[in-house]
């Protein structure tokens, strides 16, 4: 069934709205605005956990409802509700009328309309039955627990979501999408005497679950996350202070998302309470740096055909060669910036309002082969897996904790770390980049990014880095 099918039976004809009378209410609520949208949606999720050999928890959702905001100047009024009615429709144009006084406004900057497809509209939830889910959960377990007799517990979900979204604006202008999106998460604890430590490997995107539930997919996580811990046992207390820090490829460019993306969207410089406020065209990353984020790549976790408010996504050059060149925008904040918005209005749900957000955000490739960088240092931290961070966005100070880490000595990689923080400042730390590995690489599906207490998909990717100068917070004595 085609999207524009699809979306009209969940949002007119199962509910019983009529499209004339619901664009007029629109068309109303928005008169004289500066900007704003009615944002429908209808998405199903499920969700399913084993732990400790048992099925122990199992879950499945449906939900549906509006958002309907007025934007005028820097004022929004937005209402929403789960309830498809024309009533709550014009409950919620009452509602935001009152920002819109006084204001004659210009529509907002960007198109809206489709993009190329970027994902299947198929229902994931729909390919594969329940009890497959099950079995494959027992699998996990059966399979983590035969790999290695130290295996003690053993963790493991699959999620997934199907989320249809339509935009109407004032002027009859219309979007739709349909988000699949899945995920499969394992974790795997290993005790030797009375020590534990524990491993984690999860991988999904914008797709149906058969690409993850083959078992040479569900046996690779296993094996990747029972190593995480077997290495993680022998791992000696990391040292502290500052030094030379090569970064892996892949999902330890998290700290590049967290410690110079969310510096880099349009609402905090607007507001200029962002480290990077004020400085497009200059200097804020050594040459051979260039940052992207890019909302277009074919079924990635963080992709979107269009964004929320209904612009076609993009890839949006953040810092090129060093240079800043862009910020991430909605269509507010670029409005207000007399720029373009780039495809970053993004919300959680339609009980959230849009707001400049990352998609998939990452560092493009160098020159330099990824051995040759680490037979450059000397003494240093080969950081391979992060966890939790904590990140400022108005000074960009940042603390990362390491899951994976190893030392370096004379060009070799040595003994694994536990401990290990790397603590830093944003701005700073992309001019101490030395060396930018041949190897990009992208995360394996698992981000979620938060902001204002909202929690959205993305991706983060880099080469191997060689950063001079990081201060690494150990607990050797």
């Given at each position: ?197 524990s491993g984690h490997s999860g991988r999904g995107g914008r ?264 201060t690494v917070g150990g607990t050797a004595a």
């Amino acid at each position: 069934m085609a999207d524009a099918q699809i979306t009209k039976s969940l949002f007119f004809e199962q509910t019983g709205l009529d499209e004339g009378r619901t664009q007029a209410l629109v068309g109303d609520a928005l008169a004289g605005a500066d900007d704003g949208e009615l944002y429908l949606e209808y998405c199903q999720s499920e969700s399913f956990a084993f732990d400790d050999g048992r099925l122990k928890n199992a879950s499945f959702d449906t939900s549906q409802g509006f958002g309907l905001r007025s934007v005028s100047g820097e004022l929004t009024g937005y209402a929403h509700a789960s309830e498809l009615s024309e009533d709550a429709l014009k409950r919620a144009a009452d509602t935001v009328k009152a920002v819109r006084s006084g204001h004659g406004g210009t529509v907002g900057q960007g198109p809206i309309g489709t993009n190329r497809s970027l994902y299947t509209p198929d229902n994931p939830l729909e390919a594969v039955d329940v009890a497959t889910k099950v079995k494959l959960l027992a699998d996990i377990d059966a399979y983590a627990r035969k790999k290695d007799p130290r295996v003690c517990q053993v963790s493991a979900s699959i999620n997934g979501s199907w989320d249809v979204v339509e935009i109407i604006r004032a002027d009859g202008q219309r979007a739709r999408d349909i988000r699949p999106l899945v995920r499969l998460n394992v974790q795997v604890v290993v005790a030797d005497g009375d020590k534990m430590e524990s491993g984690h490997s999860g991988r999904g995107g914008r797709t149906s679950y058969e690409q993850f539930i083959t078992p040479e997919q569900w046996q690779g996580q296993v094996d990747e996350a029972l190593r995480q811990a077997l290495v993680n046992l022998d791992a000696v207390p990391a040292p502290a202070g500052e030094m030379t820090v090569v970064l892996g490829p892949g999902w330890p460019g998290i700290l590049l998302h967290e410690a110079i993306g969310h510096g880099l969207e349009g609402d905090f410089n607007r507001k200029k309470t962002s480290a990077f406020a004020g400085l497009l065209g200059e200097r804020v990353a050594a040459p051979g740096v260039t940052v992207v984020d890019d909302g277009t790549l074919q079924d990635r976790r963080g992709s979107l055909t269009i964004d929320d408010e209904g612009t076609p996504s993009q890839c949006t050059t953040l810092i090129e060669d060093g240079i800043l060149k862009g910020y991430m925008q909605d269509r507010m904040n670029a409005r207000l910036m007399g720029m373009k918005a780039t495809g970053n209005g993004r919300r959680e749900s339609f009980a959230h309002q849009p707001m400049p957000r990352m998609t998939n955000t990452y560092m493009l490739n160098g020159d330099r082969d990824p051995q040759e960088i680490l037979q450059s240092v000397d003494k240093g931290v080969y950081a391979v897996n992060f966890g939790g961070g904590q990140v400022d966005i108005t000074s960009g100070k940042f603390v990362f904790s390491c899951t994976e880490a190893y030392m370096v000595e004379n060009g070799k990689v040595t003994a694994p770390l536990k401990g290990a923080t790397l603590i830093g400042m944003g701005p700073d730390v992309l001019t101490k980049v030395t060396a930018v590995g041949n190897d990009m690489k992208l995360d394996d599906g698992i981000g979620t990014c938060g902001k204002a207490g909202q929690g959205v998909p993305v991706g983060v990717g880099q080469p191997t880095l060689r950063v001079d100068g990081i201060t690494v917070g150990g607990t050797a004595a």
